[in-house]
């Protein structure tokens, strides 16, 4: 399994073989097998420097001749997550509900391990009081978007800090932000968000290295495949490099699938380098660090329905094609209605785990325009628990950490309210239905 999958879930094996030995024993073996079994070939198996061999896309489309593949990228070094601390006594003490009033105790932020954080070997005995320590019980990841600019914001730094052991930057890793003209590099966003997460023992996932939006205009105005693949390999190569061994997941190609599941996005990588494009990216990543978690990262594909099944036969045929890939991120940007429901995102985990693949609910928020807090809490509380209950579900980020800086204030009415936690960092219901969630209640 992915060293940095692996460490993770050290504790939840053990866990997982005592509660699964009634259940689905035959299930989980196979998962095991497959998670095993496809890291062999990924780590340290796929050439480097990236050839333009892109093309063999799964579509079948032809592609141009590769260049030679560089040194394979040795096994990946265990990142060490320091999660399985709060380990032993988890399953004693998850039994009382926490109900929408507990206020997670601020003044916690400077020394985040005390109460709450199992990252730090403190055994937590008493109930989980914050997201972090009830998501440590079961080896998940909670996270957020963070942007850099609120960093500076008391209020949003301790409750980030609490409550969380998982950043995503909203948009400072993004290429616009992080090479705005060719060849020149900005990665002071992206480096204040990995400074203030090593700060407060939490990990990051990068976000994102190609991307059909947020493209600097040098890049959208390309018009040469050449000029495009080259600019695509040294992007991906100087931010990861950077990056490597900060980080401990890449949203590598995000949103490339089109939304009506037949087909590739209309975007200039589609247009101008064909399906290859993708895999050549995920080549150049594992390249330029080979021991980070690979993941394609899109939405309207976490449950059933054409474009999910899409881009499950297009991470089928990557991995068929020795193509490094670790985790699917299913973005789960979405209502109070159960849609996509749980059970059908719940199967989608299950069969993408069932490929060897990991899989991150990377961008969770549910809007409320018309809607109230409880049923909020309740869709939350039921795509959470997928993941708690999910074999190889890393973690849950959430869009955003509060109400008042969300993506989708002012789109789709004025105030969505479609987080955790609200304009004044008060917890929601939802911040118990995602308690709830984790303690299996
Ligand atoms: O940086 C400029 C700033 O200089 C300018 O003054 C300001 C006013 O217009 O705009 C700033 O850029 C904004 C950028 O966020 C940084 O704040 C862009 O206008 C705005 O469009 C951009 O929105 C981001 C959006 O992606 C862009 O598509 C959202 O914050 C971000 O939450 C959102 O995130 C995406 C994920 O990356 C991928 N999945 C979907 C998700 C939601 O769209």
């Given at each position: 399994m992915h060293p940095v999958a692996h460490s993770l879930f050290k504790g939840r094996h053990a866990r997982l073989r005592r509660v699964r030995a009634a259940g689905t024993l035959a299930g989980f073996v196979i998962l095991s097998a497959a998670a095993c079994r496809r890291d062999g070939a990924t780590v340290g198996g796929t050439g480097g420097a990236?050839?333009?061999?892109?093309?063999?896309?799964f579509d079948g489309s032809p592609g141009g001749s590769g260049g030679a593949g560089g040194a394979g990228g040795a096994g990946g070094a265990d990142v060490e997550m320091g999660i399985d601390a709060g380990d032993a006594g988890a399953d004693a003490d998850a039994g009382s509900k926490v109900d929408?009033?507990?206020?997670?105790?601020?003044?916690s932020k400077v020394d985040a391990g005390s109460t709450t954080d199992a990252g730090n070997g403190l055994v937590d005995a008493g109930p989980p009081t914050t997201l972090r320590a009830a998501a440590a019980r079961t080896h998940r990841l909670i996270g957020a978007a963070l942007g850099a600019a609120h960093l500076s914001e008391a209020a949003y730094a301790a409750t980030a800090a609490t409550e969380l052991d998982f950043a995503t930057p909203e948009n400072e890793m993004k290429w616009e932000t992080t090479e705005p003209a060719q060849g020149s590099f900005d990665f002071s966003g992206g480096d204040a968000i990995v400074a203030f997460a090593q700060a407060n023992d939490m990990k990051v996932k990068g976000h994102t290295l190609v991307w059909h939006s947020q493209l600097p205009d040098w890049v959208s105005n390309l018009t040469n495949a050449t000029d495009l693949h080259d600019a695509m390999i040294n992007h991906i190569t100087q931010e990861v490099s950077h990056y490597r061994g900060q980080v401990i997941a890449w949203d590598v190609v995000n949103e490339a699938v089109a939304d009506s599941g037949v087909g590739l996005r209309d975007d200039i990588f589609s247009e101008l380098l064909g399906a290859g494009y993708i895999d050549d990216a995920f080549k150049a990543a594992r390249a330029a660090d080979p021991a980070v978690l690979l993941v394609y990262n899109d939405y309207g594909a976490e449950g059933s329905g054409a474009k999910s099944d899409y881009v499950y036969n297009m991470v089928k045929g990557m991995l068929s094609r020795g193509v490094p890939i670790n985790a699917v991120g299913l973005?789960?940007?979405?209502?109070?209605?159960d849609s996509p429901s749980a059970t059908a995102v719940a199967a989608n985990m299950q069969r993408l785990a069932l490929l060897g693949l990991n899989v991150f609910v990377s961008e969770m928020d549910v809007q409320i325009c018309t809607s109230d807090l409880n049923a909020q809490s309740a869709r939350f509380h039921d795509i959470v628990a997928d993941c708690a209950q999910a074999p190889l579900c890393l973690g849950v980020t959430v869009w955003g950490l509060t109400d008042k800086y969300s993506w989708l204030n002012g789109m789709t009415c004025a105030t969505p309210q479609p987080l955790l936690f609200d304009d004044n960092y008060l917890p929601k219901p939802a911040h118990a239905g995602v308690m709830n969630a984790f303690l299996g209640l």
């Amino acid at each position: 399994m992915h060293p940095v999958a692996h460490s993770l879930f050290k504790g939840r094996h053990a866990r997982l073989r005592r509660v699964r030995a009634a259940g689905t024993l035959a299930g989980f073996v196979i998962l095991s097998a497959a998670a095993c079994r496809r890291d062999g070939a990924t780590v340290g198996g796929t050439g480097g420097a990236p050839g333009f061999a892109g093309g063999s896309g799964f579509d079948g489309s032809p592609g141009g001749s590769g260049g030679a593949g560089g040194a394979g990228g040795a096994g990946g070094a265990d990142v060490e997550m320091g999660i399985d601390a709060g380990d032993a006594g988890a399953d004693a003490d998850a039994g009382s509900k926490v109900d929408a009033n507990t206020q997670p105790d601020a003044g916690s932020k400077v020394d985040a391990g005390s109460t709450t954080d199992a990252g730090n070997g403190l055994v937590d005995a008493g109930p989980p009081t914050t997201l972090r320590a009830a998501a440590a019980r079961t080896h998940r990841l909670i996270g957020a978007a963070l942007g850099a600019a609120h960093l500076s914001e008391a209020a949003y730094a301790a409750t980030a800090a609490t409550e969380l052991d998982f950043a995503t930057p909203e948009n400072e890793m993004k290429w616009e932000t992080t090479e705005p003209a060719q060849g020149s590099f900005d990665f002071s966003g992206g480096d204040a968000i990995v400074a203030f997460a090593q700060a407060n023992d939490m990990k990051v996932k990068g976000h994102t290295l190609v991307w059909h939006s947020q493209l600097p205009d040098w890049v959208s105005n390309l018009t040469n495949a050449t000029d495009l693949h080259d600019a695509m390999i040294n992007h991906i190569t100087q931010e990861v490099s950077h990056y490597r061994g900060q980080v401990i997941a890449w949203d590598v190609v995000n949103e490339a699938v089109a939304d009506s599941g037949v087909g590739l996005r209309d975007d200039i990588f589609s247009e101008l380098l064909g399906a290859g494009y993708i895999d050549d990216a995920f080549k150049a990543a594992r390249a330029a660090d080979p021991a980070v978690l690979l993941v394609y990262n899109d939405y309207g594909a976490e449950g059933s329905g054409a474009k999910s099944d899409y881009v499950y036969n297009m991470v089928k045929g990557m991995l068929s094609r020795g193509v490094p890939i670790n985790a699917v991120g299913l973005q789960m940007h979405t209502g109070p209605a159960d849609s996509p429901s749980a059970t059908a995102v719940a199967a989608n985990m299950q069969r993408l785990a069932l490929l060897g693949l990991n899989v991150f609910v990377s961008e969770m928020d549910v809007q409320i325009c018309t809607s109230d807090l409880n049923a909020q809490s309740a869709r939350f509380h039921d795509i959470v628990a997928d993941c708690a209950q999910a074999p190889l579900c890393l973690g849950v980020t959430v869009w955003g950490l509060t109400d008042k800086y969300s993506w989708l204030n002012g789109m789709t009415c004025a105030t969505p309210q479609p987080l955790l936690f609200d304009d004044n960092y008060l917890p929601k219901p939802a911040h118990a239905g995602v308690m709830n969630a984790f303690l299996g209640l």
